[in-house]
């Protein structure tokens, strides 16, 4: 994330003096896992998304892992998921031997087209897996009255998502499990981590489980009910994330000012499109991303900006195109066109709470001399 030839990062915690002193007094305690700042950060986060339960891990990816297996996605079974985000979200499926099945995205939420599921599903689909791309909501409802109608389970990756809402409700709230992520770049942090959410009592003490070695409902230490994983996190990373969530309203009025100074120097630039929260949506953006017009090069674009001291980044690139996905299960370039034509546009700006108005226009300025330039050469 940092690297010597950038006059700034692509993105930056913003973790100072409070976080420290509970990482002190963590280390002071003597009990460095399973203590009350887990179950302090636990609560917060429940409480915020509004669910009953909020389930601590080690990363969103161990989350995702524990949501597909805890509601019984198993080898063979279909789950409906997009090819447009991080890895995670279609390689949790295929840990417990599951196939993700993708469905091309819509244009205006970069999420799944709820109109293209049901043609992708067979009598093998157990499940829809949508992610909430940057934090904008993908079309979450219709999603979720999919689901209900076909018995498919709804596991929402809401690990961008931290703090938006769709029609007044916190993502993180829908569907019988989701997830949201704390890596450094995400909306706030705990060094590694995730949580798991559900409203199920049964499936939140399951996973409980899981994610401590299987040990049952009290904990007893060498009693395994169930194959167990280490997807604790520790109370280090926990202390983190109560004071995180402790200055949340803080972080994000951050990135929001920042959201605000790009959009009011990008608006008059007819060759980028700034993002759009969807209709009825509150959004905290996690990356902010541009569209770029087709006749900008993007790659060049990047290495332009990199020669100014800029670091930028295509996000995402799609996952049936990525190595392993290609080979596993015969996917080519053409297979999702609106993936495929978002991904080739899409240009991921440096971002983070604590940037200034000056960083803000060395990165603006610099974008549009260079969009500039391509036009002329
Ligand atoms: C960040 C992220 C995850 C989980 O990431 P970890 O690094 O394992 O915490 C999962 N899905 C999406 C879409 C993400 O952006």
Sequence with gaps: ?????????????????????????????????????????????????????AIAVSSGTGGLHLAVRATGIRRGDEVITTPFSFVASANCVIYEGGVPRFVDIEEETLGIDPSLVEAAANDRTRGVLPVHVFGNPCRIEALDELARQHGWTLIEDSCEAL???????????????????FYPNKQITTGEGGIVLTDDDELAAEIRSMRNQGRDEDGTWLRHVRLGYNYRMDELSAAIGVIQMRRYPELRDGRARVAAMYEASLRPEPRVAVPQARAGADVDWFVYVLRLAPEVDRDRLIDQLGACGIPSRPYFTPLHLQP????????????????????ASTLALPFFSTMSEEEVALVTGALVRSIDEQSHA
Excluded at 38 to 48: G, K
Excluded at 324 to 335: A, N, Q, W
């Design 1 to 53: 994330m940092s690297d010597p030839t950038y006059k700034l990062p692509l993105a930056r915690p913003n973790v100072g003096s409070e976080e420290m002193a509970a990482v002190r007094e963590v280390m002071e305690s003597g009990t460095l896992a399973m203590g009350r700042w887990t179950d302090e950060f636990e609560e917060r986060i429940a409480t915020a998304a509004g669910r009953r339960h």
């Design 163 to 181: 703090g938006s809402t769709s029609h007044g409700r916190s993502l993180g709230s829908f569907g019988a499990a989701s997830v949201f992520a």
């Design 324 to 343: 392993y996905y290609r080979s596993k299960f015969g996917y080519g370039p053409g297979d999702f066109p609106v993936t495929e034509r978002v991904a």
